[in-house]
C-alpha cells in the first residue's frame, strides 16, 4: 500500500483527535473592559487567559468594576477624580517602584497573580497614593501593575475610562 493511499485517513484521524480534544490552549486576548476584584478575574487588558487573579485580601474582594490595565505597558492610567488608589506593585518591582514614586504607601497586604493552568504566580505588593498623576508606571518594570481599588469606594469615582495615554519613562 503506498502511502499516499493512506494519507486521506490520517487527515481524517487528525481532525477527529483535534475535535475530541478536552481542552485548548489558552492564548492570551486582547480585551478593553473592566474586571472585579476576585479571583480569576484578569486585571490586564493584553493578558486575558494569561495571568488572572489570585489570593486577594478579603477586605478587597468584590471591588468593581474598575478598568482593565494594560500589563505591557508597565503602568496604571487612572481615571479621572481619582483622590487615591489602592494599586499592586510585583514584589520583584517595590524597591525599583519606591524609588521612582516614594510618596505611594505599602499597605501591608498583597495579591497575587497566577497563571489559569497553575503554572506560575507572581505576588504583589499593595500600595495606596493620595492624589495619582494621570499615569504613572516606567518600562523598566518586570511586570504591570494592578489598579485594585479608586477612593473610599469600591468601584469607579464617576467613570472607568482612563483619562490618558501611558507615557514611558
Same mark, same amino acid.
Given at each position: ?33 473592566? =474586571? ?39 503602568? #496604571? ?9 489602592? =494599586? ?22 498583597? #495579591? ?14 499593595? =500600595? ?42
Amino acid at each position: 500500500m503506498k502511502i499516499t493511499h493512506l494519507l486521506p485517513h490520517s487527515l481524517i484521524l487528525v481532525a477527529l483527535l483535534a475535535w475530541l480534544s478536552p481542552a485548548q490552549p489558552l492564548v492570551a486576548q486582547e480585551s478593553t473592559g473592566t =474586571f472585579m476584584i476576585k479571583a480569576g478575574e484578569f486585571p490586564w487588558s493584553d493578558r486575558v487567559n494569561v495571568w488572572q487573579l489570585a489570593e486577594v485580601p478579603a477586605k478587597l474582594e468584590g471591588n468593581g468594576p474598575l478598568p482593565q490595565q494594560n500589563c505591557g505597558s508597565r503602568s #496604571i492610567v487612572v481615571p479621572d477624580q481619582s483622590q487615591y488608589i489602592l =494599586f499592586g506593585v510585583c514584589t520583584k518591582d517595590v524597591e525599583k517602584f519606591q524609588t521612582l514614586y516614594p510618596e505611594a504607601k505599602v499597605t501591608g497586604d498583597s #495579591i497575587s497573580v497566577i497563571h489559569p493552568d497553575g503554572t506560575g504566580t507572581l505576588p504583589y505588593t499593595i =500600595f495606596k497614593l493620595a492624589n495619582p498623576p494621570a499615569s504613572m508606571g516606567d518600562k523598566s518594570l518586570l511586570a504591570g501593575l494592578i489598579l485594585l481599588q479608586i477612593n473610599d469606594k469600591p468601584g469607579k469615582p464617576s467613570d472607568t475610562s482612563p483619562s490618558a495615554p501611558a507615557p514611558s519613562k
